[in-house]
DNA sequence: TTGAAAGCGCTAACAG
DNA sequence: CTGTTAGCGCTTTCAA
């Protein structure tokens, strides 16, 4: 490989100047031209180990997903945040930057050691963290202390002083509670995630709020492990005591289970039974009828991670507290009363 | 932050003895406490980007998808490479790698620009890369003159020069042709996505060649876009001449929006005609019947794909020519002329 | 077993 | 506008 001295041999000028040349400084046009020419010449690269280590800087960010070994069907669900991923790399290509990937178990005990590194080692510029699980966290307070540049995805209430970006579990519950009650139902179920979900919690929280604020009622909650058996068995439970007007899952997995079962006793979505999910996953446009639902806008939930890091780095902001909103994906299922299922399916891009 | 000398300084010692000490060199026990003691109490981490100048490596491996924009929908599917993701980080967690993540437009003219940046920015020491469409990228000629550890995921048969891993798509074919017969399907259809998608091609090669062989015969063809709506399309278009006892569908999406035509003018599926999707993507459980499909192993190709850079940086390999087949994944859409939609859900787990 | 010193490739301060 | 020089943090000869 072609080194900058290659390039000042080649032009016969020096090492400064070369880097001055390529890099848009004060140079004469006729020099520049010189070296950009034996730049091309020699296939010229400029190493960026170099370059970080003089400037200090790597122009990388990281994207570092936190998961748990609990509950293993709730990790099939993260193919998500492919779009999360997508949503960052968007900003760093615009940007400059380069994204780094990691997975980490967030009951590893090495993960405060993990987080260290990071900081210390100066490949990666900032990072955005995406924990899954309602615990306190011990890196991010060796993230604060190293003034170092970060931010969570995480409810504002769990402490205001972290920077993070909140998805609006909390408003994305309320809306669901709000269209269900506008649909005309009032006797209505939920099937929830896991009690340690984040997630999970915030979303039951919205829901309960705004449905008590609208005059609905929760008649009927059971709690599931995010796939489709515990939806199915959980509304096989709800239906024990007779079928509530609607029904809340709290994602689109369990709304998948829930609609099965309701499928097989003959009760028909909408018109006998309201059913709306979370995620907007893949599932959701696959169920017959096709899953009203909530989409986390994961993609701009990465773009304003990455963009908030960026901002960080470059010490344009100094501290981050965002809130992105849910949007309802309307589709069928909400409808309570109406007959429509086997109708023309709605697009499948997001 | 501190360095090296800063520990030495501490310790009373040299700079060379602190990193012979930290790296498991030939120190004396003593010194060597001596040494680990300050590093703690400085809360010493070894700058990376320090050890690259050094050592020429920087212990990265980059995964490159490429993507395309004539099929924006194709892009929802790729959620999947977040199970190729993982396969490639558990590699690189356990041989203490890094992952730099990127994804760029098969089309940008200035792909040669960026690879051979790669090549020459010493950030990354090998590559895997996606491609996802059957065409000749100058790229892999930049990679092999250089000398670059990198593999591609692509057929066998497109060169066998390159590095590369093949996922199987025209076994995974035959497969589907294969289960089709023995279910007793004999006059079969067949849904497809675009001819372009190198996926494709070789899906409906292996299928066509084994039904071929196993005394079926395609009685009916039509391509769509790997979208609901287009598997829709295409069912009706096909049921305008009878249905056939079974159809193969280029992917899971396709499948669902055929069951779903299925289902709208009362066709019994698996009873009247069977179906089976491709990829095992998460609308292949949330369909009723639950879809037969077939499953790339996305994880396990990730998995061997990071697994042969890091065979291919450490000297260890030379060449990479490997094929990994894709499972069947039984359920219940393939059973022609049984009944058995609403049975029980099977695991979302993959 | 330890230390001194060179050098990886680049940028930036400074002098000219 | 251009060249000289120092130095980023580390590993690695080479000597002692």
């Known amino acids: 490989m072609a080194t900058l001295k290659d390039v000042a ?12 040349a ?16 034996a730049a091309k010449q020699l296939h010229y690269v400029p190493n960026r180990i170099g370059q970080m280590l003089t400037t200090g800087r790597s122009n990388m960010i990281g994207l570092i997903i936190l998961t748990g070994s609990e509950f293993p069907d709730i990790v099939r669900k993260t193919s998500l945040f492919y779009y999360l991923m997508e949503g960052v ?36 510029d900032g990072i955005a963290v995406i924990p899954q699980f309602a615990r306190e966290y011990r890196f991010t307070n060796l993230l604060q202390e190293a003034n170092y540049p970060y931010v969570l995805l995480r409810p504002s209430r769990f402490g205001i002083d972290a920077n993070h970006v909140d998805m609006g579990n909390f408003e994305g519950g309320k809306m669901v509670a709000e269209l269900l009650v506008d649909s005309g139902a009032r006797r ?14 915030e979303r039951e929280r919205g829901f309960g709020e705004a449905l008590l604020d609208r005059g609905g009622m929760i008649v009927a909650r059971q709690y599931g492990e995010f796939t489709i058996e515990s939806g199915h068995a959980a509304m096989r439970k709800i239906a024990e005591r007779g079928l509530p007007e609607a029904v809340f899952c709290g994602n689109d997995y369990m709304a998948a289970g829930a609609l099965r079962f309701l499928r097989s006793i003959g009760a028909n979505c909408p018109k006998d039974i ?27 939930l990465g773009y304003i991670m990455a ?16 809130v992105v909103l849910p949007e309802m994906k309307l589709r069928e299922s909400h409808l309570f009363g109406r007959s429509s299922a086997n109708a023309q399916p709605t697009s499948a891009s997001a």
Do not use: C, M
């Open 9 to 20: 041999a080649l032009a016969g000028v020096s090492t400064a100047t070369v880097s001055l």
């Open 22 to 37: 390529l890099n848009g400084g004060p140079v004469n046009a006729k020099t520049r031209q010189l070296v950009l020419k």
């Open 89 to 124: 790399l968007a900003v760093a290509d615009k940007e400059g930057f380069g994204v780094s990937f990691a997975v980490k178990s967030h009951d590893d005990p090495l993960l405060p050691q993990y987080f260290a590194e990071i900081i210390g080692s100066g490949t990666i």
């Open 188 to 201: 209505i179920g939920i099937i929830n995630g896991p009690s340690s979900h984040v997630d999970a919690i």
């Open 274 to 300: 309201a059913i709306v999910g979370y995620d907007n996953n893949d599932v959701a446009i696959a169920t017959d009828p096709q899953l009203t639902t909530v989409d986390n806008r994961f993609f701009d």
């Open 307 to 322: 963009d908030e890091v960026i901002g960080l780095i470059r010490g344009n902001t100094s501290h981050v507290a965002r």
